[in-house]
């Protein structure tokens, strides 16, 4: 009996022994980081929306989708050389295109869908991109869930109902001006969100980060671009303002930062650990309205926020899921300039080692 009782004790201290983990911590920290990133283009989008009347969603993401594209190229120019770089786009710039178009049409919804419907109904079914997350982990990447990890997305669902409930109380939400147009918009940008966070973490896990953030913010860029010319022309003259300018900058930096790190986090993670872990932004959001928009601070608030992490948590209590692709190693590495080149390593072993020297090492997963 005595021997049972210590064998379930030991059993309890390994699954609580991911607390004390290194790549835990790491995950935990940077998915609150990019929370915060987030937090800081919600409220950079409130800002221009209720003191500047500035209004264009496509507008704002375009100079973020450039940035990135200009500086991930460049890189993937200086690794692979020209003609590495037009390969990335011969051999797989069909799904980057995809990807791409995804993702702005994402943003584009989800911004748009608060025009029409009510703060409690965007909040809600904008975590619909967690479930999506994780059918399409189940389907596309071969991601086997434990009861655990169903357990811990429901109890983080819960904390983030929690901070809606507080939004209800304290009065912050506001009326719909056509609810089901409002809904139907977030639920449609919420599912592209699931549909472009796991492309990317599938397109991570086999191809250097250069590349796949490179590659998709260029199609992203001219996709965006055209639509711009199409819907929000107009919008182009409130830049002479050089406060609209400024705001619309700190947008870029915080989303530059944000597009750089999901992919870090999709691979030391997942795409629905990315999820949960940015359900904390509402937090973080009060934080930054207590000053500047005047709210009221509610007792579930901090509550909330601890419910989430806890939800993180149990989610790792048994070794979190991994796809059957794995992460991008250096043996991934090698495998994959072998197909983008299509000839004998030794003929390229010079560009080999600079895309191993990004890859994550086997046994400990850092990135690069």
Request: proline share 3%; hydrophobic share 45%.
């Amino acid at each position: 009996m005595s021997d049972m009782e210590t064998t379930t004790k030991k059993s309890w201290k390994d699954h609580f022994a991911f607390i004390k983990d290194p790549k835990f911590l790491k995950v935990l920290f940077l998915g609150q980081l990019l929370s915060l990133c987030i937090t800081g283009t919600n409220v950079v989008t409130t800002i221009l929306s209720t003191q500047y009347n500035f209004a264009a969603p496509t507008t704002q993401t375009f100079l973020v989708y450039a940035c990135l594209a200009i500086v991930y190229n460049s890189i993937a120019i200086y690794k692979r050389g020209i003609k590495g770089w037009l390969l990335q786009f011969w051999r797989r710039g069909i799904y980057y295109f995809i990807l791409g178009f995804i993702d702005v049409e994402g943003n584009y919804f989800v911004v748009k869908s608060f025009q029409y419907t009510s703060l409690l109904s965007a909040m809600l079914l904008d975590c619909w991109s967690t479930p999506v997350c994780m059918l399409l982990s189940f389907w596309l990447l071969k991601v086997r869930y434990r009861w655990v990890q169903y357990l811990g997305v429901f109890i983080a669902l819960c904390g983030l109902g929690m901070l809606v409930a507080s939004d209800v109380i304290t009065d912050k939400n506001y009326g719909a001006v056509d609810a089901v147009k409002g809904d139907l918009f977030c639920l449609l940008g919420a599912t592209l969100y699931g549909f472009s966070n796991v492309g990317e973490e599938l397109m991570a896990r086999k191809h250097p980060l250069y590349e796949v953030i490179g590659m998709f913010t260029f199609f992203a860029t001219f996709i965006n671009l055209v639509q711009i010319f199409i819907f929000e022309r107009s919008e182009w003259a409130n830049f002479a303002d050089t406060k609209i300018a400024g705001m619309v900058v700190v947008y870029t930096v915080c989303m530059f930062v944000l597009y750089s790190l999901a992919p870090v986090m999709f691979r030391l993670g997942s795409a629905v650990l990315y999820n949960l872990s940015i359900l904390t932004s509402d937090f973080y959001g009060l934080i930054f309205g207590l000053g500047l928009f005047g709210y009221k601070v509610s007792i579930m608030y901090p509550f909330a926020y601890v419910v989430i992490i806890i939800g993180i948590g149990i989610y790792h209590i048994f070794p979190a899921p991994t796809p059957d692709i794995g992460t991008f190693t250096k043996e991934k590495a090698e495998q994959e300039r072998r197909e983008l080149y299509g000839h004998s390593l030794e003929e390229q072993g010079e560009d080999l080692e600079k895309d191993v020297g990004e890859a994550v090492p086997t046994d400990s997963l850092n990135k690069e």
